[in-house]
Nanobody, 115 residues
Framework: QVQLVESGGGLVQSGGSLRLSCAAS????????MAWYRQAPGKQREFIAR???????DYAESVKGRVTISGDSAKNTVYLQMNSLKPEDTAVYYC?????????WGQGTRVTVSS
């Protein structure tokens, strides 16, 4: 089992920045990926960014250039730096840990961007 705890969400004005954190604990393996997804009210959960232990990163086109995913393998923590936030970025942001066919999710952290 892997437990994920997200933090860093909150209320921010349009154009502002936030940094989300996700700390993983438990049976952390090797060769895993950690990713951020978000779910806005009334919408499906969507992929935002991913990083792997091999250092590969991947971003959704909708956020490319505004967000940066980074990881601290020593702390089993992944971060999502979000800049130039827009009201449409308002959502609950979820962290995912994936290894092979197994995926674990955190409980989410809410981000609200006011106009």
């Amino acid at each position: 089992q892997v437990q994920l705890v997200e933090s860093g969400g909150g209320l921010v004005q349009s154009g502002g920045s936030l940094r989300l954190s996700c700390a993983a604990s438990g049976s952390i393996g090797i060769g895993y990926s950690m990713a951020w997804y978000r779910q806005a009210p009334g919408k499906q959960r969507e992929f935002i960014a991913r990083t792997t232990t091999g250092g590969v990163t991947d971003y959704a086109e909708s956020v490319k250039g505004r967000v940066t995913i980074s990881g601290d393998s020593a702390k089993n923590t992944v971060y999502l730096q979000m800049n130039s936030l827009k009201p449409e970025d308002t959502a609950v942001y979820y962290c995912q840990y994936r290894i092979g066919a197994l995926a674990y999710w955190g409980q989410g952290t809410r981000v609200t961007v006011s106009s």
